[in-house]
């Protein structure tokens, strides 16, 4: 079982940059494929990006392809989430997770452990 705690969101104003960090304990990362979730106020939990196992594949929403980054360093047991261009709409809070499968997955259920969030305000 691995535990999942997220930092690095805040308060910034449109068009800012933030970058996320989830770091992993009670087991190596590398034996997880990772991703960021997002949810915002009365709204449902909304997939961001995944990485696989060893980095060489990432998968983006389109609301964040080209402005957000996904990456991973198994050797800190950290997934990083750089978020550039931020817009109001990107206000959320953000979720680290980790499947145990190999594959990239868009979807809540594909995923296995979660971190408790962390948020990010978008000010226009």
């Known amino acids: 079982q691995v535990q999942l705690v997220e930092s690095g969101g805040g308060l910034v104003q449109a068009g800012a940059s933030l970058r996320l960090s989830c770091a992993a304990s009670?087991?190596?990362?590398?034996?997880?494929?990772m991703g960021w979730f997002r949810q915002a106020p009365g709204k449902e939990r909304e997939f961001v990006a995944a990485?696989?196992?060893?980095?060489?594949?990432?998968y983006y929403a389109a609301s964040v392809k080209g402005r957000f980054t996904i990456s991973r360093d198994n050797a800190k047991n950290t997934v990083y989430l750089q978020m550039n261009s931020l817009k109001p709409e990107d206000t959320a809070v953000y979720y680290c997770?980790?499947?145990?499968?190999?594959?990239?997955?868009?979807?809540?259920?594909?995923?296995?452990?979660w971190g408790q969030g962390t948020q990010v305000t978008v000010s226009s």
């Open positions: 009670g087991r190596t990362l590398s034996v997880y494929a």
């Open positions: 990485i696989n196992r060893n980095g060489g594949s990432t």
């Open positions: 997770v980790a499947a145990r499968t190999a594959g990239l997955a868009a979807n809540v259920d594909g995923y296995d452990y």
